[in-house]
Protein backbone atom coordinates (compact mmCIF):
# COMPACT_ATOMS: atom_id res chain seq x y z
CA UNK A 1 0.00 0.00 0.00
CA UNK A 2 1.62 3.09 -1.02
CA UNK A 3 0.73 7.04 -0.14
CA UNK A 4 0.76 8.91 -3.26
CA UNK A 5 1.61 12.47 -4.67
CA UNK A 6 -1.84 13.14 -4.14
CA UNK A 7 -2.73 11.82 -0.50
CA UNK A 8 0.82 14.43 -0.14
CA UNK A 9 -1.33 17.49 -2.28
CA UNK A 10 -4.28 17.33 0.07
CA UNK A 11 -2.30 16.77 3.61
CA UNK A 12 -0.27 19.85 2.70
CA UNK A 13 -2.42 22.04 0.84
CA UNK A 14 -0.12 21.96 -2.37
CA UNK A 15 -2.37 20.43 -4.43
CA UNK A 16 -2.30 19.52 -8.09
CA UNK A 17 -5.63 17.96 -8.76
CA UNK A 18 -8.76 17.52 -6.19
CA UNK A 19 -10.14 14.01 -5.54
CA UNK A 20 -10.08 11.24 -2.82
CA UNK A 21 -7.54 10.08 -1.35
CA UNK A 22 -5.59 6.72 -3.82
CA UNK A 23 -4.00 4.08 -2.26
CA UNK A 24 -2.71 1.11 -4.28
CA UNK A 25 -1.75 -2.12 -3.10
CA UNK A 26 0.46 -3.39 -5.65
CA UNK A 27 0.25 -5.29 -8.95
CA UNK A 28 -0.61 -8.83 -8.46
CA UNK A 29 0.59 -11.53 -10.86
CA UNK A 30 -1.98 -12.62 -13.45
CA UNK A 31 -3.83 -15.45 -12.13
CA UNK A 32 -7.08 -16.96 -13.33
CA UNK A 33 -9.87 -15.14 -11.64
CA UNK A 34 -11.26 -18.52 -10.53
CA UNK A 35 -8.47 -19.05 -8.40
CA UNK A 36 -8.05 -15.51 -6.61
CA UNK A 37 -9.64 -15.62 -3.39
CA UNK A 38 -12.86 -13.50 -2.39
CA UNK A 39 -11.75 -10.16 -1.19
CA UNK A 40 -13.02 -6.73 0.79
CA UNK A 41 -13.34 -4.05 0.79
CA UNK A 42 -11.23 -3.71 3.97
CA UNK A 43 -8.39 -5.13 1.87
CA UNK A 44 -8.69 -2.10 -0.46
CA UNK A 45 -10.02 0.88 1.35
CA UNK A 46 -7.33 2.28 3.76
CA UNK A 47 -10.55 5.42 4.26
CA UNK A 48 -11.07 8.84 3.63
CA UNK A 49 -8.61 11.82 4.85
CA UNK A 50 -11.14 13.39 7.36
CA UNK A 51 -9.67 17.10 8.84
CA UNK A 52 -11.32 17.26 12.30
CA UNK A 53 -12.89 20.70 12.22
CA UNK A 54 -10.90 21.58 15.46
CA UNK A 55 -7.41 21.34 14.18
CA UNK A 56 -5.93 23.41 11.11
CA UNK A 57 -2.90 24.72 9.87
CA UNK A 58 -0.19 23.58 7.77
CA UNK A 59 1.26 22.17 11.33
CA UNK A 60 -1.79 19.86 11.38
CA UNK A 61 -1.93 19.07 7.91
CA UNK A 62 2.26 17.95 8.04
CA UNK A 63 0.53 15.39 11.11
CA UNK A 64 -2.47 14.15 8.88
CA UNK A 65 0.48 13.63 5.87
CA UNK A 66 3.09 11.64 9.13
CA UNK A 67 -0.78 10.27 10.07
CA UNK A 68 -1.42 8.51 6.70
CA UNK A 69 2.60 7.21 5.67
CA UNK A 70 1.97 5.37 9.52
CA UNK A 71 -1.52 3.90 8.82
CA UNK A 72 -0.31 2.79 5.32
CA UNK A 73 2.76 1.31 6.62
CA UNK A 74 0.79 -0.86 9.36
CA UNK A 75 -1.68 -1.87 6.74
CA UNK A 76 1.35 -3.63 4.21
CA UNK A 77 1.06 -7.28 6.32
CA UNK A 78 -3.04 -7.17 5.48
CA UNK A 79 -1.84 -6.21 1.79
CA UNK A 80 0.99 -8.87 1.20
CA UNK A 81 -1.44 -11.68 3.24
CA UNK A 82 -3.68 -11.01 0.09
CA UNK A 83 -0.82 -11.54 -2.48
CA UNK A 84 0.25 -15.04 -1.17
CA UNK A 85 -0.05 -17.72 -4.46
CA UNK A 86 -3.23 -19.37 -4.45
CA UNK A 87 -3.20 -23.05 -2.75
CA UNK A 88 -1.82 -26.42 -4.76
CA UNK A 89 -4.71 -28.10 -6.26
CA UNK A 90 -4.65 -32.09 -5.76
CA UNK A 91 -5.53 -34.51 -8.35
CA UNK A 92 -5.94 -38.28 -7.96
CA UNK A 93 -5.61 -39.85 -10.92
CA UNK A 94 -6.89 -43.84 -10.55
CA UNK A 95 -5.46 -46.08 -13.91
CA UNK A 96 -6.73 -49.13 -14.79
CA UNK A 97 -3.33 -50.59 -16.42
CA UNK A 98 0.12 -50.78 -15.09
CA UNK A 99 2.39 -47.97 -14.83
CA UNK A 100 4.47 -49.46 -17.14
CA UNK A 101 1.83 -50.01 -20.25
CA UNK A 102 2.63 -47.85 -22.81
CA UNK A 103 -0.96 -47.55 -24.10
CA UNK A 104 -1.51 -46.22 -20.74
CA UNK A 105 1.55 -43.42 -20.50
CA UNK A 106 -0.06 -42.22 -23.93
CA UNK A 107 -3.45 -41.15 -22.26
CA UNK A 108 -1.18 -39.33 -19.28
CA UNK A 109 0.23 -37.64 -21.96
CA UNK A 110 -2.50 -36.55 -23.63
CA UNK A 111 -4.64 -35.59 -19.79
CA UNK A 112 -1.28 -33.71 -18.87
CA UNK A 113 -1.49 -31.36 -22.56
CA UNK A 114 -5.64 -31.37 -22.26
CA UNK A 115 -4.63 -29.45 -18.81
CA UNK A 116 -1.81 -27.49 -20.04
CA UNK A 117 -3.85 -25.81 -22.78
CA UNK A 118 -6.09 -24.69 -19.96
CA UNK A 119 -3.65 -23.35 -17.16
CA UNK A 120 -2.93 -26.48 -15.30
CA UNK A 121 0.78 -26.60 -14.97
CA UNK A 122 1.50 -30.05 -12.89
CA UNK A 123 4.17 -28.63 -10.01
CA UNK A 124 3.20 -25.19 -10.50
CA UNK A 125 -0.53 -25.03 -9.68
CA UNK A 126 -1.37 -28.35 -9.46
CA UNK A 127 -0.43 -32.17 -8.11
CA UNK A 128 -1.15 -35.34 -9.67
CA UNK A 129 -1.08 -38.37 -7.72
CA UNK A 130 -1.53 -41.50 -9.86
CA UNK A 131 -1.93 -45.13 -8.80
CA UNK A 132 -2.36 -48.17 -11.35
CA UNK A 133 -4.51 -50.98 -10.83
CA UNK A 134 -2.82 -53.28 -13.49
CA UNK A 135 -6.14 -54.54 -14.40
CA UNK A 136 -6.44 -56.28 -11.06
CA UNK A 137 -10.43 -55.23 -9.60
CA UNK A 138 -9.08 -55.77 -6.10
CA UNK A 139 -6.33 -53.65 -6.24
CA UNK A 140 -8.28 -51.11 -7.49
CA UNK A 141 -10.64 -51.45 -4.70
CA UNK A 142 -7.82 -50.56 -2.82
CA UNK A 143 -6.14 -48.06 -4.55
CA UNK A 144 -9.88 -46.13 -4.19
CA UNK A 145 -9.72 -46.41 -0.41
CA UNK A 146 -6.35 -45.19 0.28
CA UNK A 147 -6.96 -42.15 -2.29
CA UNK A 148 -10.56 -41.05 -0.65
CA UNK A 149 -8.45 -41.16 2.54
CA UNK A 150 -6.40 -38.09 1.01
CA UNK A 151 -9.38 -36.24 0.27
CA UNK A 152 -7.79 -34.50 -2.73
CA UNK A 153 -9.87 -31.72 -4.83
CA UNK A 154 -11.20 -34.20 -7.62
CA UNK A 155 -10.32 -37.74 -8.72
CA UNK A 156 -10.71 -38.89 -12.22
CA UNK A 157 -11.04 -42.48 -12.46
CA UNK A 158 -10.33 -45.60 -15.22
CA UNK A 159 -13.00 -48.20 -15.78
CA UNK A 160 -16.04 -49.85 -13.99
CA UNK A 161 -14.30 -51.44 -11.12
CA UNK A 162 -12.53 -47.71 -10.47
CA UNK A 163 -15.72 -45.55 -10.77
CA UNK A 164 -18.17 -47.63 -9.23
CA UNK A 165 -15.53 -48.20 -6.05
CA UNK A 166 -15.14 -44.55 -5.98
CA UNK A 167 -19.17 -44.18 -5.62
CA UNK A 168 -19.32 -46.01 -2.77
CA UNK A 169 -16.23 -44.53 -1.36
CA UNK A 170 -17.36 -41.10 -1.33
CA UNK A 171 -20.40 -38.71 -2.53
CA UNK A 172 -18.47 -35.65 -1.71
CA UNK A 173 -15.05 -35.05 -3.88
CA UNK A 174 -15.68 -34.82 -7.90
CA UNK A 175 -14.93 -38.08 -9.81
CA UNK A 176 -14.65 -37.11 -13.97
CA UNK A 177 -14.32 -40.78 -15.27
CA UNK A 178 -12.21 -40.97 -18.50
CA UNK A 179 -12.83 -43.63 -20.39
CA UNK A 180 -16.04 -45.55 -19.06
CA UNK A 181 -18.81 -47.94 -20.92
CA UNK A 182 -22.40 -47.97 -20.01
CA UNK A 183 -22.40 -45.54 -16.98
CA UNK A 184 -26.14 -45.22 -16.98
CA UNK A 185 -26.53 -49.00 -17.27
CA UNK A 186 -24.06 -49.67 -14.23
CA UNK A 187 -26.04 -47.55 -12.19
CA UNK A 188 -22.69 -44.72 -11.68
CA UNK A 189 -25.04 -41.80 -13.02
CA UNK A 190 -28.42 -41.38 -13.66
CA UNK A 191 -28.26 -40.28 -16.86
CA UNK A 192 -26.30 -39.00 -19.53
CA UNK A 193 -27.69 -35.65 -19.64
CA UNK A 194 -27.77 -35.04 -16.31
CA UNK A 195 -25.47 -37.55 -14.25
CA UNK A 196 -26.87 -36.35 -10.58
CA UNK A 197 -24.36 -36.52 -7.53
CA UNK A 198 -20.71 -36.09 -7.77
CA UNK A 199 -19.86 -37.86 -11.01
CA UNK A 200 -19.63 -37.30 -14.58
CA UNK A 201 -16.91 -37.65 -17.37
CA UNK A 202 -16.37 -39.38 -20.82
CA UNK A 203 -17.56 -42.51 -21.94
CA UNK A 204 -15.69 -44.96 -24.12
CA UNK A 205 -17.98 -47.02 -26.50
CA UNK A 206 -22.08 -48.07 -26.75
CA UNK A 207 -23.04 -51.17 -28.57
CA UNK A 208 -23.77 -50.06 -31.93
CA UNK A 209 -19.85 -50.44 -32.66
CA UNK A 210 -20.48 -53.72 -31.73
CA UNK A 211 -21.89 -54.44 -35.30
CA UNK A 212 -19.03 -52.65 -36.71
CA UNK A 213 -16.45 -54.66 -35.04
CA UNK A 214 -18.34 -57.85 -36.94
CA UNK A 215 -18.15 -56.14 -40.37
CA UNK A 216 -14.47 -55.21 -40.11
CA UNK A 217 -14.54 -59.07 -39.51
CA UNK A 218 -16.43 -60.26 -42.58
CA UNK A 219 -14.44 -57.38 -44.49
CA UNK A 220 -10.91 -59.10 -43.91
CA UNK A 221 -12.20 -62.69 -43.20
CA UNK A 222 -15.36 -63.32 -45.56
CA UNK A 223 -15.31 -67.01 -44.68
CA UNK A 224 -15.58 -66.80 -41.04
CA UNK A 225 -19.46 -67.39 -39.63
CA UNK A 226 -19.00 -67.03 -36.25
CA UNK A 227 -16.97 -65.04 -33.72
CA UNK A 228 -16.77 -64.63 -29.89
CA UNK A 229 -16.73 -61.92 -27.80
CA UNK A 230 -13.74 -62.21 -25.24
CA UNK A 231 -14.22 -60.18 -21.67
CA UNK A 232 -13.93 -60.55 -18.23
CA UNK A 233 -17.10 -60.45 -16.52
CA UNK A 234 -15.86 -58.91 -13.37
CA UNK A 235 -13.96 -55.71 -15.22
CA UNK A 236 -16.51 -55.36 -17.62
CA UNK A 237 -20.00 -56.49 -16.67
CA UNK A 238 -21.58 -54.61 -19.08
CA UNK A 239 -21.21 -56.58 -21.95
CA UNK A 240 -23.99 -59.46 -22.07
CA UNK A 241 -26.22 -56.34 -21.96
CA UNK A 242 -24.38 -54.75 -24.78
CA UNK A 243 -24.80 -58.21 -26.62
CA UNK A 244 -28.51 -58.71 -25.38
CA UNK A 245 -29.39 -55.15 -27.58
CA UNK A 246 -27.12 -56.44 -29.84
CA UNK A 247 -29.37 -59.20 -30.71
CA UNK A 248 -32.24 -57.45 -31.06
CA UNK A 249 -30.95 -54.86 -33.69
CA UNK A 250 -31.34 -56.32 -37.72
CA UNK A 251 -27.94 -56.12 -38.99
CA UNK A 252 -26.55 -56.97 -42.47
CA UNK A 253 -23.65 -59.19 -41.09
CA UNK A 254 -24.60 -62.94 -41.17
CA UNK A 255 -22.14 -63.89 -38.36
CA UNK A 256 -23.01 -65.51 -35.20
CA UNK A 257 -21.97 -64.15 -32.34
CA UNK A 258 -20.97 -65.70 -28.74
CA UNK A 259 -20.28 -64.56 -25.42
CA UNK A 260 -16.75 -65.57 -24.15
CA UNK A 261 -16.01 -64.19 -20.23
CA UNK A 262 -12.80 -65.20 -19.24
CA UNK A 263 -11.47 -64.17 -15.84
CA UNK A 264 -7.77 -65.43 -15.89
CA UNK A 265 -4.79 -66.57 -18.44
CA UNK A 266 -5.87 -70.37 -18.39
CA UNK A 267 -9.44 -69.34 -19.48
CA UNK A 268 -8.25 -67.18 -21.96
CA UNK A 269 -6.35 -69.94 -23.82
CA UNK A 270 -8.88 -72.45 -23.11
CA UNK A 271 -11.39 -70.04 -25.03
CA UNK A 272 -9.20 -69.39 -28.03
CA UNK A 273 -8.44 -73.41 -28.38
CA UNK A 274 -12.00 -73.36 -28.36
CA UNK A 275 -12.79 -70.73 -31.38
CA UNK A 276 -10.41 -72.36 -33.48
CA UNK A 277 -11.94 -75.46 -33.30
CA UNK A 278 -14.94 -73.74 -34.98
CA UNK A 279 -12.84 -72.07 -37.31
CA UNK A 280 -14.29 -68.80 -35.97
CA UNK A 281 -12.72 -65.18 -35.45
CA UNK A 282 -11.99 -63.50 -32.44
CA UNK A 283 -13.35 -60.21 -30.97
CA UNK A 284 -11.19 -58.43 -28.14
CA UNK A 285 -13.72 -56.57 -26.52
CA UNK A 286 -12.12 -53.11 -24.80
CA UNK A 287 -11.57 -53.87 -20.73
CA UNK A 288 -9.16 -53.60 -18.46
CA UNK A 289 -8.54 -57.11 -18.39
CA UNK A 290 -8.08 -57.93 -22.10
CA UNK A 291 -6.07 -54.46 -23.13
CA UNK A 292 -3.88 -56.39 -19.99
CA UNK A 293 -3.44 -59.40 -21.17
CA UNK A 294 -2.97 -58.31 -25.06
CA UNK A 295 0.24 -60.22 -25.78
CA UNK A 296 -1.28 -63.44 -24.77
CA UNK A 297 -4.81 -63.00 -26.83
CA UNK A 298 -2.70 -61.83 -30.38
CA UNK A 299 -0.06 -64.61 -29.26
CA UNK A 300 -2.60 -67.00 -29.43
CA UNK A 301 -4.49 -65.59 -31.95
CA UNK A 302 -1.05 -65.78 -34.47
CA UNK A 303 -0.90 -69.49 -33.34
CA UNK A 304 -4.33 -70.74 -34.05
CA UNK A 305 -4.40 -67.96 -37.31
CA UNK A 306 -7.35 -66.55 -36.06
CA UNK A 307 -8.74 -63.45 -37.34
CA UNK A 308 -9.20 -61.02 -34.74
CA UNK A 309 -10.32 -57.54 -34.19
CA UNK A 310 -9.63 -55.06 -31.09
CA UNK A 311 -11.12 -52.12 -29.81
CA UNK A 312 -7.49 -49.83 -29.56
CA UNK A 313 -5.10 -48.60 -31.91
CA UNK A 314 -2.26 -50.12 -29.51
CA UNK A 315 -3.41 -53.23 -30.54
CA UNK A 316 -2.14 -52.61 -34.01
CA UNK A 317 0.88 -50.89 -33.17
CA UNK A 318 2.36 -54.44 -30.63
CA UNK A 319 1.42 -56.74 -34.05
CA UNK A 320 -2.28 -57.41 -33.82
CA UNK A 321 -4.27 -57.56 -37.36
CA UNK A 322 -7.06 -54.64 -36.84
CA UNK A 323 -8.79 -52.24 -34.30
CA UNK A 324 -11.33 -50.48 -34.79
CA UNK A 325 -12.69 -47.68 -31.39
CA UNK A 326 -12.62 -44.33 -30.09
CA UNK A 327 -9.27 -42.24 -30.07
CA UNK A 328 -8.82 -42.93 -26.61
CA UNK A 329 -6.13 -39.92 -26.55
CA UNK A 330 -8.88 -37.69 -27.61
CA UNK A 331 -10.96 -38.75 -24.59
CA UNK A 332 -8.04 -38.58 -21.88
CA UNK A 333 -7.30 -34.83 -23.69
CA UNK A 334 -10.90 -34.01 -23.43
CA UNK A 335 -11.21 -35.10 -19.93
CA UNK A 336 -9.30 -32.42 -18.93
CA UNK A 337 -11.92 -30.12 -19.66
CA UNK A 338 -14.20 -31.29 -17.11
CA UNK A 339 -11.69 -31.47 -14.47
CA UNK A 340 -10.97 -27.47 -15.45
CA UNK A 341 -14.13 -26.46 -15.17
CA UNK A 342 -15.03 -28.16 -11.96
CA UNK A 343 -12.00 -26.65 -10.36
CA UNK A 344 -13.71 -23.59 -11.14
CA UNK A 345 -16.79 -24.37 -9.43
CA UNK A 346 -18.63 -26.09 -11.54
CA UNK A 347 -20.62 -29.24 -10.35
CA UNK A 348 -20.06 -32.65 -11.55
CA UNK A 349 -24.10 -33.01 -11.39
CA UNK A 350 -24.52 -30.16 -13.70
CA UNK A 351 -21.96 -31.39 -16.69
CA UNK A 352 -23.73 -33.85 -18.99
CA UNK A 353 -21.21 -37.38 -19.81
CA UNK A 354 -20.29 -37.16 -23.03
CA UNK A 355 -18.96 -39.37 -26.11
CA UNK A 356 -16.62 -40.47 -28.03
CA UNK A 357 -16.24 -38.06 -31.14
CA UNK A 358 -13.21 -39.41 -32.78
CA UNK A 359 -12.79 -43.05 -33.95
CA UNK A 360 -9.69 -44.61 -35.87
CA UNK A 361 -9.11 -47.79 -37.79
CA UNK A 362 -6.02 -49.17 -37.93
CA UNK A 363 -4.65 -52.08 -39.91
CA UNK A 364 -1.25 -54.52 -40.19
CA UNK A 365 -0.62 -55.91 -43.47
CA UNK A 366 2.20 -57.56 -42.32
CA UNK A 367 0.19 -59.61 -39.77
CA UNK A 368 -2.63 -59.92 -42.67
CA UNK A 369 0.07 -61.29 -44.94
CA UNK A 370 1.08 -63.74 -42.19
CA UNK A 371 -2.39 -64.90 -41.62
CA UNK A 372 -2.88 -65.21 -45.36
CA UNK A 373 -6.18 -62.67 -45.48
CA UNK A 374 -6.41 -59.87 -48.21
CA UNK A 375 -7.55 -56.47 -46.92
CA UNK A 376 -9.64 -54.96 -49.32
CA UNK A 377 -8.74 -51.97 -51.00
CA UNK A 378 -11.72 -49.58 -49.95
CA UNK A 379 -10.71 -50.71 -46.29
CA UNK A 380 -6.98 -49.81 -46.54
CA UNK A 381 -8.28 -46.14 -47.78
CA UNK A 382 -10.64 -45.94 -45.26
CA UNK A 383 -8.21 -46.37 -42.70
CA UNK A 384 -6.66 -43.78 -40.00
CA UNK A 385 -3.05 -46.06 -39.99
CA UNK A 386 -1.76 -48.68 -42.24
CA UNK A 387 1.36 -50.69 -40.89
CA UNK A 388 3.22 -52.74 -43.84
Known sequence: MTATWRDWAKATGQSRSSGDVRVTSGTLTPTPKFLLPERTSSQFDCGSLTRPDVL????MRRR??????GGATAAWPFAAGAQQPDRMRRIGFVHRLAESDPEDQARIAAFQQGLSALGWIEGRNISINHRFASGDPARAQAIVTEMVHTAPDLIVGQSTPVVAALKQATRTIPIVFAG????????????LARPGGNITGFTLIDFPITGKWLELLKEVAPGVDRAALIFNPETAPYYPAYLRSFEATPRSVAIELAATPVRNEAEIEAAIANIARMPGGLIAAPDPFTTTHRRLLMRLAEQYRLPAVYGFRQFVVEGALLSYGPDTLDIFRRSASYVDRILKGEKPADLPAQAPVKFELSINLKTAKQLALEVPFHLLQLADEVIE
Open 180 to 191: LNDPVGQGLIAS
Open 64 to 69: EFIALL
Open 56 to 59: SGAD
